[in-house]
DNA sequence: TAATCGCCGATTAATGTTGTCGTCGATAAG
DNA sequence: CTTATCGACGACAACATTAATCGGCGATTA
């Protein structure tokens, strides 16, 4: 059980669309090269991105992505839902309303009315981690970056990035 | 991405061990009758849950399985980990360490020697989960099926193991 | 008008999940 | 002591998902 790698594609990609020019993009091509990841597979995630609102897509020559938003209204389960959808991690399949007891029609509409404390005790597990990622906006990981990383890297990452540029 | 159904089984087939006498053990042919699933799927996670050390198992005729431990001292965490493993939801595949940057030598170890960000945030939202999962035991589990259920469906069912619990 | 880009659906290979089968060793009952 | 019953275990099969590719489409720019 694992998120997919799309996850950590976005995130990483998402962080160079961060400090660019208003209204330049960054194409597939120049993140996928970037990062060294499959150029088809990236255009996929941003896709997904792009219909969760999250990036604009220009197509055409010189086309690309930016941020559609400000990187402060961005947070990691905004990405993470993107890509990996909605759906929670802990999928009840309503075993408790096939029991034995349920052979019984009444007792099983009653079953079927009522939730489940595993599910919920599951559920309110899983809020507490997107709890902690809605906390957690590209904006701060920008500031926590220049904090670990080597100015001179942060400053090659971006001349890479600016000498393609679509402006 | 989801937890596998061996979790939802395992943690509702927990419950019915919980208030059975001392010594008293239920075999698989029971929980699976009564829960209505795969008897030969149940006995896998089971497998899992003696190898965690969450149950014991007693071999040969009349056997069958009894909590190794208090109820108080199984978490919900411990269910999942048994039957999931402990590996985490995302696993980071190290993709900054293969950026165009790392093409440097010198640059690539230093990135190699230090942890990502990102990684390192989704993990800590990942422990934020199990921290409400390790604080959910099998006794609470207990009292709140007490508190939800009929007494009449918790009487049934304590029945229904009580007719064929080993002794 | 031709080259370049993102978009989208079909397809594929690899991997993981769910579940079965058959064999083994342990054990209680006859 | 034999036999039927149980869990343990590994092989395997069916199915679903993931990671990635391919090819055609429409938009855009030079
Ligand atoms: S029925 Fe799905 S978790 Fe209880
Ligand atoms: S390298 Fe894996 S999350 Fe950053």
Redesign the pocket.
């Known amino acids: 059980?694992?998120?997919?790698?799309?996850v950590e594609?976005g995130l990483h990609c998402l962080v160079y669309l961060i400090d660019i020019p208003p209204d330049a993009?960054?194409?597939?091509?120049?993140l996928s090269a970037f990062q060294g990841?499959?150029?088809?597979?990236l255009?996929?995630i941003?896709?997904k991105l792009?219909?969760a609102g999250i990036v604009v897509?220009?197509?055409?020559?010189?086309?690309?992505?930016r941020l559609s938003k400000s990187p402060d209204d961005i947070s990691f389960w905004d990405v993470v839902e993107a890509v990996?959808g909605a759906t929670p991690i802990f999928q009840c399949k309503k075993i408790k309303d096939n029991s034995y007891l349920c052979q019984d029609e009444e007792y099983a509409a009653c079953s079927k009315a009522s939730p489940c404390v595993i599910n919920m005790t599951m559920l309110e597990a899983e809020e507490s981690m997107r709890n902690v990622l809605r906390n957690k906006t590209l904006s701060w990981l920008n500031e926590e970056l220049d904090r670990v990383l080597t100015p001179q890297s942060r400053k090659d990452t971006r001349q890479f990035f600016a000498n393609s540029t679509?402006v």
Chains 1, 2 share one sequence.
């Open positions: 059980m694992q998120y997919s790698i799309g594609y993009t960054i194409g597939i091509k120049e990841v499959s150029e088809t597979y255009s996929k941003f896709s792009t219909k897509s220009v197509p055409g020559v010189k086309g690309g992505y990996e679509n």
